[in-house]
């Protein structure tokens, strides 16, 4: 007996002993069943964790699909179809309005996530790491948003179509960091509401990521088939990044005080793009990773602080992120919309658009003095789903030395594709 009991606790759903989860999901199911769930913060949380943990969870355990964002695909396409077939029970979709329009949720999300992930960034890796990477990725961006754009065209896209609403929310940065603020910032220029851009953007990040993958397990298998193309997890062939890769942040034990700092800078960072959009046409999110970058890289922040930041997104994108998406699927991924997005023109437009990044990286490496195995496994991450797409294309390749380079491919490259989208959007607006 006891022997079965350890064995259920040590299951988790999450973080959570599968016991646990299913008492909690049996009684947030019967209250939405009998109409008790509030429509609030507190039922919002409630039924967005639930679905999300169990979501995720699967996404992160069925083969192939783990590799792949399977936790990320589930979590928004599910509620998406279980919306669309009327599955889902309108007491738990009035729950997840309330609380992911009703109380900002979503912005309040972006703003933990982009200021966090910033702030926390090693400095070294911020500066030193940008400067390595700026050729390959400049070069890829655009070899990616010319190829990708042309592939569309040629597949009767208009040019319009084909650049703003495929390639670049497959350069975006992933989910959270990417395509949540992106799509604010063309409702904001384009007056329209948030859910109208992401019916496009999800599904091309999905498959951006799909394929950055693919084509990372192809580089390995390059590296063992030519071994003076790779050099096996090391960057740059002079071997003066051996120091750069190893270098991390020392863990910090968690602080809740400090995480509360955490909370009101990364508020007041969203407050104060606010303002400052006032005087500079540039919608706030995208003032506020600008902002997040500069202090970064000045080093004006006090160290604590980012600390707190940092820590406080940890916690954010640890055990909100599936939530989030659930809310993502319910409201602003209408399932038929979806379906109807992936034709075989939009699946060649990703599929250029990923080729460009990759070949990009692999062949201006030798003008870098840099590995171009490496070098294209880096700029591959800067076409996946943010973090989790990282972990995923890097672990395709077996590489995960080069997470420091990825993190700089995936954050910076992909805040400086969607301000300079925005920009762009704007002016021809």
């Avoid at 904001?188 to 091309?204: D, G, K, M, Y």
């Avoid at 071997?239 to 700092?261: E, F, H, R, S, W």
């Avoid at 969203?270 to 999110?285: D, F, K, T």
């Amino acid at each position: 007996m006891n022997e079965v009991k350890n064995s259920c606790m040590s299951f988790k759903i999450g973080v959570l002993p599968l016991p646990v989860y299913v008492v909690l999901a049996a009684l947030i199911f019967f209250a939405t069943l009998y109409g008790k769930l509030p429509a609030d913060m507190i039922g919002g949380i409630a039924i967005m964790m639930i679905m999300g943990m169990l979501l995720g969870d699967i996404g992160l355990r069925v083969p192939i699909l783990k590799d792949i964002g399977g936790p990320a695909i589930l979590s928004i396409f599910i509620p998406s179809c279980l919306v669309f077939y009327g599955l889902l029970n309108p007491t738990a979709v009035k729950a997840i309005t309330a609380f992911t329009k009703g109380a900002n949720f979503l912005y309040f999300y972006i703003s933990c996530l982009v200021v966090g992930s910033i702030l926390g960034m090693v400095r070294k890796f911020l500066i030193q790491g940008f400067l390595r990477m700026f050729v390959p990725l400049i070069i890829g961006t655009i070899a990616a948003c010319i190829i990708g754009t042309g592939v569309g065209v040629v597949c009767g896209m208009d040019v319009y179509h084909a650049f703003f609403f495929i390639v670049i929310p497959i350069l975006s940065g992933g989910v959270g960091e990417g395509i949540l603020p992106l799509s604010v910032a063309y409702s904001e220029i384009l007056n329209q509401s948030p859910e109208q851009f992401l019916v496009h953007f999800v599904p091309a990040a999905m498959l951006g990521n799909l394929f950055a993958i693919m084509l990372a397990g192809y580089l390995k298998k390059l590296g063992n088939k030519r071994p003076e193309l790779t050099g096996n997890g090391v960057l740059v062939k002079s071997g003066d990044d051996l120091n750069l890769v190893d270098v991390k942040a020392a863990d910090q034990p968690i602080d809740i005080k400090l995480m509360g700092a955490g909370l009101i800078i990364a508020c007041s960072f969203y407050v104060g793009a606010r303002l400052l959009n006032m005087v500079i046409p540039i919608p706030a999110p995208i003032l506020m990773i600008i902002g997040a970058a500069v202090v970064k890289a000045v080093g004006i922040m006090p160290s604590q602080m980012e600390q707190g930041a940092n820590q406080l997104y940890k916690f954010v994108s640890g055990n909100l992120t599936w939530a989030l998406l659930v809310g993502v699927g319910v409201l602003y991924t209408p399932w038929n919309d979806v379906v109807a997005a992936i034709t075989p023109a939009y699946i060649l437009t990703v599929l250029g658009t990923v080729l460009g990044m990759v070949g990009s990286g692999f062949f201006t490496a030798r003008f870098m003095n840099m590995y171009p195995v490496e070098s294209a496994v880096v700029t591959a991450c800067h076409s996946g789903l943010g973090g989790t797409g990282d972990v995923a294309i890097l672990s395709s390749a077996n590489r995960m030395e080069l997470m420091p380079f990825a993190q700089i491919s995936t954050r910076l490259g992909g805040a400086c594709t969607v301000i300079v989208a925005t920009i762009l959007m704007r002016m021809l607006t």
